[in-house]
């Protein structure tokens, strides 16, 4: 089987997202003594490649029309690596880029698609694909007919490859600029910037929801507690649809998917949807004041408790024993 994998990176360094989605692709080209590459898009791109080149052979699409990731551009050069290198699956991150993107090349190419997949197993030498549906109460089996597959891996699902001590092959593609479509600008991004880590990518993430009502406060409690753990702020629904936090931090089904080391719920009931996006940390604390809060369901550890008066305790007790 042939495979590629499509990279994600800040110009840098390859995304943890991206290493988890080598991580399923590895597997699979060691189960169908396959063979496996890196597509990497972008404008300057000597850094990320060389950084590649430790997992697999790569391909560089270097171009200052490709420096933004716009869909109509990076998917037409996808769909025309994956044709002209005869893949048989294309596997991309679930990520909000790649929802934007990899769909878009789908469409170009045809095929099968999967999204956001937790696992994968073989029978009688076909590929089994793990997916959750209905918000994660269940989790679906199915196989992609038609070629080429195209994949999406939840991050959380997979541990990152690990790089070897190798230098691969870089293969640089020609990208004619005239040929490119150019429908889509990217005119701005408006994030918040902060100096805590990506809640996607945190080994702890501390979330806040209803309980909160206003930033300053979610600041002063969930950011302080996040301080204390040196982990990532997250958010509920609730807060974001009420312009307390920033859509970015929002976690859940239509949010973001995370699975820390540690996950730290205040204030949040556990509707599924949030759930979705939590369930599978590794150890899940939750302080609400309602005893019959479905989060106590899915915690490892539970505190029946105001938030306001129980959290900046826990934030003075950690900063003493830290001191």
Do not use: C, W
């Not at 007919?145 to 959380?156: A, D, E, N, Q």
């Not at 880590?197 to 302080?224: H, L, M, Q, W, Y």
């Amino acid at each position: 089987m042939q495979i590629l994998v499509i990279a994600e990176h800040d110009s840098a360094e390859l995304r943890p997202a991206t290493l988890s989605a080598l991580a399923f692709a590895q597997s699979v080209a060691q189960a169908t003594a396959g063979t496996l590459q890196l597509l990497v898009l972008g404008h300057e791109l000597a850094s990320v490649v060389a950084k590649g080149v430790k997992y697999s052979p790569v391909f560089v699409a270097d171009s200052p029309e490709l420096a933004t990731p716009v869909a109509d551009r990076y998917a037409q050069v996808i769909a025309t690596v994956v044709k002209d290198q005869s893949i048989d699956l294309l596997v991309a991150a679930s990520t909000s880029q790649a929802k934007d993107i990899v769909g878009r090349a789908g469409g170009l190419l045809g095929g099968a698609m999967a999204s956001d997949v937790t696992g994968h197993s073989f029978e009688e030498g076909e590929l089994q694909l793990e997916r959750p549906i209905y918000a994660g109460a269940a989790v679906a089996t199915v196989s992609l007919l038609g070629s080429p597959k195209i994949v999406t891996i939840r991050p959380s699902s997979y541990s990152p490859a690990e790089s070897k001590d190798v230098t691969n092959e870089v293969h640089n593609l020609t990208i004619e600029s005239s040929s490119l479509p150019n429908q889509i600008q990217l005119e701005s991004v408006e994030s918040k910037k902060s100096a805590r880590p990506d809640v996607t990518e945190a080994r702890v993430v501390v979330s806040g929801g209803r309980a909160f009502k206003n930033s300053e406060d979610f600041e002063r409690i969930v950011g302080g507690l996040a301080d204390a753990l040196e982990g990532a702020t997250g958010s509920s629904r609730a807060l974001v649809d009420a312009g307390i936090t920033p859509n970015e931090l929002q976690v859940g089904q239509t949010g973001k998917i995370v699975a820390p080391e540690l996950y730290v719920a205040l204030g949040i009931s556990g509707a599924v949807q949030h759930l979705a996006g939590m369930k599978n940390s590794r150890t899940i604390v939750a302080i609400n004041n309602d005893l019959e809060a479905p989060i106590f369901g899915v915690a490892d550890y539970g505190l029946v408790a105001d938030v306001y008066e129980a959290v900046p305790e826990l934030v003075r007790k950690l900063q003493q024993q830290a001191n």
